[in-house]
């Protein structure tokens, strides 16, 4: 493997680029949260079942 060349690509990648604006950013940001989120409830939802009907 060429270390120069992974280099180069490196600073070829890092020109390319760009911060993402604010819009962008909040988008992202409301899908991770809405994520966390769906996972978070369907877990509790399967621990609340366990818990209230013992099951075994």
Same mark, same amino acid.
């Given at each position: =493997? $060429?270390? #120069?060349?992974?280099f180069?690509? =490196?600073?070829?990648?890092? %020109?390319?680029? %760009?911060k993402?604006? %604010?819009? $962008?950013? =909040? *988008?992202?940001?409301r899908? #991770?949260?809405?994520? !966390?989120?769906?996972?978070?409830? !369907?877990?509790?939802? !399967? *621990?609340? &079942? @366990?818990? &209230?009907?013992? @099951?075994?």
């Amino acid at each position: =493997m $060429d270390l #120069v060349n992974t280099f180069k690509n =490196m600073a070829n990648t890092l %020109k390319l680029a %760009k911060k993402s604006d %604010k819009e $962008d950013y =909040m *988008q992202h940001l409301r899908l #991770v949260l809405l994520g !966390i989120a769906a996972i978070g409830t !369907i877990g509790f939802i !399967i *621990q609340f &079942v @366990f818990s &209230v009907f013992r @099951f075994g």
